[in-house]
């Protein structure tokens, strides 16, 4: 088991947070973990950052979890070439709302993810090629499974917090039902206790787009299948949007080249999903698409359980919600079945419904508009508020 | 230029409309039509149906307007190895919504389509090939010019009515700002003055899924690309549903034979639209699926207007309007612009908003929420209705 040291920022310019380069660290549990299915899988590597540092006793430690597409590169930049920042870079550096100053925050690459950590695109030790689709289903539960490790790893028995919106809501959600004595709270933004139909359907066609692609080869490709990731990623970013949030950034226009009685004209946010769909090709891997849209739709808070109260049974910490008012992927009404469900069996729950036009990216996009509230929560469960 | 007699019913059993054999007939206009583009697409064919007897006074006519993938077939059987009925066949008939004993019903199979109208798969006489994709793009006004030509043979100077849903409602909407004089009112359900661009991106990730199939061959194929169509329809088929209504027709269900943990399994919806898109490999051809979609994206009612208000300018008749409170493709909020904006230049119109959970899809599978309305409307413009 590989394990490396925790003070890992150095500072370069001095200024703040996005001016030092983060080191990307890696940890191996050789014994993995069981998954849902029964599976085992063994070993297991994650690849995490962290920013700030572990005070004595402990309790400052945050852990962000990142969504669907997302990686451990939170914040910051890893070296001089990097162009662009951490994902959620707005709100994790000193003096911001997971202020490091205060706080040790960390962030972990999912399991069936391909950056770094073990997922379809790693080397199965075994035969000593790419798991592809010998990779096992994996769920939301699972990822949280081998993150428990990590965090016992780095000698952390409770986090402060943990955080996450969309896929990472739903993690954070796993860590407060599965987990309860290892959390003091939960910040849970922008998701949903279980997919709906709708919500599955829109990434059933994803896979099937990619499906669809002869050069994906169920599974066994040398280059992401293009045409398929790309048409795939163009439905995904459908959903992340909203239908006011596409009508102010696009409207009805035509992409400047094309005409109206052009057979292969586009309209303006046509060419955006497809811009954006050959872009993401070259960054992330298909069958860990694939995995973690079925991890997604998969998804349920309750799986195991009776009912979503009996799950909720056994959370201990306050819980604070965001949901978004145009978000109709994971839409409000889901959360506040949460939220009702929580408030019925006596639980410290806090919820929050912002108005947005920016749909499900709302809580990536405008991070001010819960900031408040989060840093407001964040002072109460550290016990640092004034009195 | 063909032209079929007008009397075309003949009874078989005798009981209802559903009983009796619909003859399909064709017309064909040599001249053709001057198209939005300014192109000229001659000649053209058109294949139409019609219901009931046209009377001495010829103003007893009333235009269905079919919806993307719809036909000509508004209504009963054309044989008797037909299994399924018209796609209307429950408001066409005697004593029906549509009462075929009053009215004389015409529905004709829009040029674009591939239902024996003019469309990228009829043989271009020029050439002696089918026009694949040098088949102009058409627009729904285009559309609208071609059954004014059907109209006109068929002695009609003015239409009762035109109804229509969806793409057949925008049809109405042109008939009602192009040819105020040739229409005595309108009834127009489940439409957009102008698609969003969500419902847009939506068509346009369809359009993608034909692109992405190399059995599409830039149209130029022999056999329908069958799993982009099909992923295209099911794209489709997700925008005719709602939320509310996969919730209450799938839920979560996992189809019978998949397991939760296996990589292929498939959700009950997942499985729908799978079935679904399939199917309609064999019912639709590809390019045609791309050109209506293209019309569909492409229809603004305010073309070649300085505003809306200016291309309502022209209206005379009064129309009555219907949308469906879970349609999201073309929701509500996009009629009540078009009839605030009628109201305000003090045009006769009428709306109504009706509570459903079907969708998009709701004006074909909730009739009798509409037909008391449409009956009185009916009635009132027909002017015969009791004082």
Redesign the interface.
Known sequence: MQFQPLLHLFEVKGFFMSEMYIVEQSITFESGVRL????ILAPITLVYETYGKLNALKNNAILVEHAWTGDAHLAGKRNESETKLGWWDAIVGPGRLLDTDHYFVICANVIGSCFGSTGPASINPKTGKRFN?TF??VTIRDMVRAQKLLIESLGIERLLTVMGGSMGGMQALEWATQYPDSISSAIILATTP?????A???N??AR??IF???TWRKGEYKHNPK??LA?AR??GH?TF???ES??A????RFSARDG????FG?????RY??YNGYNFVDRFDANSF??LA?AL??Y?VAWGYESMAEAFNNVTAPLQFFAFSSD?LY?PYQTEEMVTCLTETGKSVEYHLITSAYGHDAFLLEHETFTPMVQKFLAQVSGTENA
């Open positions: 849902d299915s029964g599976r689709l096992p289903v279980r997919p709906s139909p709708q599955i359907s829109l059933a066609v099937w787009a669809n692609d002869p045409d398929g048409l163009g439905i459908i949007l909203s239908d596409m009508n950034k696009f409207g009805r109206k009685f052009d057979f586009q309209f303006e946010v046509e999903l497809n694939l995995y079925k739709d998969l349920d109709w839409p």
